[in-house]
């Protein structure tokens, strides 16, 4: 008789019986000789000597139990099984529901047992050790491999896909307009004769010299795309905001150095400033504790609470500010104190907002909290305040505008009313802000 585990212990999750289509309890019977898929009988058909098909009932068989220890004496199998399965419903540490579900265990039993045998096993810790620094092993010094797939896909021209992959067919791995595309016309015209003289040979062979250097320079610049990941812009977008806004401006700066390095060099070192930068910005809020005079964790968590709370009340004081400049008349000024005041202590404002032109104005937008803001200038914070856009639509809504600029080598009203699908007058102000700034030039 053989001893196998078992599938699991709800039934359901067994194969049936063949003879009796009966969810299989243990022990069952398995067909040694049948197979695949392997014949599965319970006890009462085996006993009746049950044959279908091939199968005969002289046939060797194994009798499947998890009914035997593994790890220790008085746990079986079954029992093992179920302590994981309880545990990973329960939750580690939950172990008097995971004694409830076991039905078989007290709550000291599971503690102990799991412990003993899962946490503390030194058997099993250095096993997991050993894989884990095989593992390293093998992928620290090595780039991810590169599998080419079964069936690239085939972007249609022009489509958002192509203009995201800058043209490039995966299919045939080229680009619909090449570095240097029109190298080729050089050579359209030239045919070498046998009655050529030798300065005409000499400039004809030198002009196929200059040919190969372009497509030497066409492969290099193909090579240093497919290394470092460039075709897709979007996603190198988004693994580059991974990173703080200081990191992001020197990736910008050192990306022209990305083709005298390797890829995983170039992210090494990236990478190593991205750690540099956080360190330094630890190293400066502990010197902020010290100076102001703290000694331990505890002290400093009250500082950084009452810290938040300063900054919120001048953000307030700042916006308070800002809003009394645009309020002319001395009623609306009245009414929008009442409101702030009606909101601060937490009831619904009594008064709306109201100005001469009898249309209600919204006080600026308050950043505070708000992702994204962290990436903003001044000017750039006090534009979302006024037009009431938060920091990360601003921040993508800045991206397509830069990116269509220059792709177009310019940028009208129009069309940057067309990519930001907001408010007109919000896409104005958007698009002078940029326009005064720099940032894009109009077309």
Known sequence: MDRLGSFSNDPSDKP?????????????????????????????????????????????????????????????????????????????????????????????????????????????????????QAEEAKTADTAIPFHSADDPPRPTFDSLLSRDMAGYMPARADFIEEFDNYAEWDLRDIDFVEDDSDILHALKMAVVDIYHSRLKERQRRKKIIRDHGLINLRKFQLMERRYPKEVQDLYETMRRFARIVGPVEHDKFIESHALEFELRREIKRLQEYRTAGITNFCSARTY????????????????????????????????????????????????????????????????????????????????????????????EYKSALLNECNKQGGLRLAQARALIKIDVNKTRKIYDFLIREGHITKA
Not at 54 to 65: L, R, V, W
Not at 121 to 131: C, E, M, V, Y
Not at 309 to 320: D, F, P, V, Y
């Open 16 to 132: 049936p019986c063949r003879g009796c289509s009966s969810y299989l309890m243990e022990p069952y019977i398995k067909c040694a000789e049948c197979g695949p898929p392997p014949f599965f009988l319970c006890l009462q058909c085996f006993t009746r000597g049950f044959e279908y098909k091939k199968h005969q009932s002289d046939h060797t068989y194994e009798i499947m139990t998890s009914d035997f220890p593994v790890l220790d004496p008085s746990w079986t199998a079954q029992e093992e099984m179920a302590l994981l399965e309880a545990v990973m419903d329960c939750g580690f540490g939950n172990w008097q529901d995971v004694a409830n579900q076991m039905c078989t265990k007290t709550k000291e039993e599971c503690e102990k047992h799991y412990m003993k045998h899962f946490i503390n096993n030194p058997l099993f810790a250095s096993t997991l050790l050993n894989l884990k």
């Open 304 to 395: 950084d609470h009452l810290k938040k709370t300063r900054e919120e009340e001048r953000l307030k004081r700042t916006m308070l500010s800002e809003v009394l400049q645009y309020i002319q008349d001395s009623s609306a000024c009245q009414q929008w104190l009442r409101r702030q005041a009606d909101i601060d202590s937490g009831l619904s404002p009594s008064v709306p907002m109201a100005s001469n032109s009898g249309r209600r104005s919204a006080p600026p937008l308050n950043l505070t909290g708000l992702p994204g803001t962290e990436k903003l200038n001044e000017k750039e914070k006090e534009l979302c305040q006024m037009v009431r856009l938060v920091p990360g639509a601003y921040l």
